[in-house]
């Protein structure tokens, strides 16, 4: 009996030891533990509740970390302001060379421009002297544009010259312009075109379409 008496209390104390662990082992025997009881090293601190889960962040980080509501951009659309555009300057009947008060030699070519709303009219040339008009001819108008006009100022180079004279255009009807014509050529044939014969100023019109004075040089 003795002799069993140290296996006995050997398993005893496992017993025992088993059971305590058990104990300790249990979830409920956790909690009553009492962690006041452990010792803390020298110069350790109590951490608070919040240092477990991370640093609560700055608003500026926390804004960075949500997804910012889209900006809407409003677009001003400016409307495009009508580019104004310089229309060009009207086209009018009248005698562009040579400059008005200028002198020209014997002969010389006269330049013109012509509306277009007389492209198709019959717009006489003029020549005026001392207070008298002779009927020289018409432009040549060809697709709106009138051809250069060559003008004898006198029947002579040195006649008239020094003298001021007058070039005058004017709208005819055609009637009316073949009638001065034909008086003209008479004048013409009978030797006083020019000495007494000319064309009768009431025949044209009140106001020339164009005039401007030369006076022809020696």
């Given at each position: 009996m003795r002799a069993r008496l140290?296996?006995?209390l050997a398993g005893v104390a496992i017993v025992v030891v088993l059971a305590v662990i058990g104990v300790l082992l249990r979830p409920d025997a956790r909690e009553n533990v009492d962690v006041s009881a452990i010792d803390l090293p020298i110069g350790a601190t109590t951490l608070p509740a919040s240092r477990g889960l991370g640093?609560?962040?700055t608003p500026s980080t926390e804004a960075s970390r949500t997804s910012a509501a889209p900006i809407t951009r409003t677009t001003t659309t400016t409307t495009p302001r009508?580019?104004?555009t310089t229309a060009a300057p009207a086209v009018r009947t009248r005698i562009v060379e040579p400059a008005n008060n200028s002198k020209v030699p014997w002969p010389f070519d006269a330049k013109f421009t012509v509306s277009p709303a007389d492209a198709t009219a019959v717009?006489?040339?003029?020549?005026?002297v001392a207070d008298r008009c002779y009927l020289d001819g018409k432009l040549d108008i060809i697709d709106g544009q009138a051809a250069p006009y060559t003008v004898y100022l006198g029947s002579t180079k040195p006649e008239g010259t020094g003298v001021p004279w007058q070039l005058r255009l004017d709208r005819l009807a055609k009637a009316d312009f073949d009638a001065l014509v034909k008086t003209r050529d008479a004048a013409i044939a009978a030797g006083t075109w020019g000495v007494t014969a000319s064309t009768p100023i009431g025949a044209l019109n009140d106001t020339p379409v164009s005039t401007l004075t030369v006076t022809k040089q020696p």
């Amino acid at each position: 009996m003795r002799a069993r008496l140290p296996w006995i209390l050997a398993g005893v104390a496992i017993v025992v030891v088993l059971a305590v662990i058990g104990v300790l082992l249990r979830p409920d025997a956790r909690e009553n533990v009492d962690v006041s009881a452990i010792d803390l090293p020298i110069g350790a601190t109590t951490l608070p509740a919040s240092r477990g889960l991370g640093a609560a962040p700055t608003p500026s980080t926390e804004a960075s970390r949500t997804s910012a509501a889209p900006i809407t951009r409003t677009t001003t659309t400016t409307t495009p302001r009508p580019t104004r555009t310089t229309a060009a300057p009207a086209v009018r009947t009248r005698i562009v060379e040579p400059a008005n008060n200028s002198k020209v030699p014997w002969p010389f070519d006269a330049k013109f421009t012509v509306s277009p709303a007389d492209a198709t009219a019959v717009i006489s040339l003029a020549i005026c002297v001392a207070d008298r008009c002779y009927l020289d001819g018409k432009l040549d108008i060809i697709d709106g544009q009138a051809a250069p006009y060559t003008v004898y100022l006198g029947s002579t180079k040195p006649e008239g010259t020094g003298v001021p004279w007058q070039l005058r255009l004017d709208r005819l009807a055609k009637a009316d312009f073949d009638a001065l014509v034909k008086t003209r050529d008479a004048a013409i044939a009978a030797g006083t075109w020019g000495v007494t014969a000319s064309t009768p100023i009431g025949a044209l019109n009140d106001t020339p379409v164009s005039t401007l004075t030369v006076t022809k040089q020696p």
